[in-house]
């Protein structure tokens, strides 16, 4: 019974000398521990009439960075790397960096995630937002003549700043894998606009078999139709 007076008394007492924090009392509180709570300083949107320059700044004690500070990290002084630009302000003909395989892997990927919603898998502008008659602006397709002749400058600044009424996806895409992704826009577009020579010989012999069988089928079944004329042979 004692001890229990005892303890209560003393947390009654520790309460009384540190006070709670966020609670309102009418007079100063203890404060015995001071940690840095009181010390000099500025805070945020405070003036500071050290500044002579009440016109234009206020005499803000916070003071803008010097003109041309850039943070640790951020100085993307290579133009055609993160704007797609030449020297010239021009879009660069080609992605600045080395074309592989496994970027090319990256941009299916990346391209699969952002791009298809709209622009479907194959690039024709056929994504799931266009088919499902949502009132979205339609997205063109890649194969148009137009955009067949787009520089790669030109399809990375629409994946950083949109276009018209497409939004800019800088925010969900970094630079390298937004020049992925071009490169596998442009190898979109190169599958549906392939030449012969395009096609690795093995692989020719094979579609050329197909393509035979095919049209044949083709030609058996259709009554004077002119039946599977330049068919690629794909399975039935
Ligand atoms: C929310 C739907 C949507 C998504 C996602 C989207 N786009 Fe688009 N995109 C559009 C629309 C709509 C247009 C046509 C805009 C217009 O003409 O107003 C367009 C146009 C384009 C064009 C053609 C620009 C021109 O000059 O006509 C390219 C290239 C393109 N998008 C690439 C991409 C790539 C690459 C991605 C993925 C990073 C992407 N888009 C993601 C909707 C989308």
Known sequence: MMSKTITMLV???????????GMTWEEPTIHPIQDMDFQQKFEPQETN??????????GAAQRPPVPGTVARGF??????????RTENGDFVEEIPVPLSRELLERG???????CTVCHGKA??????????????????SY????LRNVKDGYIYNVITNGVRNMPGYAQQVPVADRWAIVAYVRALQRSQHAEREDVPPSALAEIEQGGSA?????????????????????AQ
Do not use: V, W
């Open 11 to 21: 947390a009654a007492g520790l309460l009384a000398l540190t006070g709670c924090r």
């Open 49 to 58: 009439r050290f500044f002579d320059d009440a016109e234009q700044m206020k």
């Open 75 to 84: 100085l993307r002084e290579d133009n055609r790397f993160y704007r797609g």
């Open 108 to 114: 299916q990927e990346r391209y699969n995630i952002y």
């Open 123 to 140: 690039g024709d502008g056929n994504g799931i937002i266009m088919t499902g008659d949502y009132g979205y602006t339609p997205a063109p």
């Open 143 to 146: 194969h148009i003549e137009r």
């Open 214 to 234: 095919n049209m044949n089928a083709g030609r058996q079944g259709a009554t004077g139709g002119s039946g599977g004329s330049d068919t690629t042979g794909t």
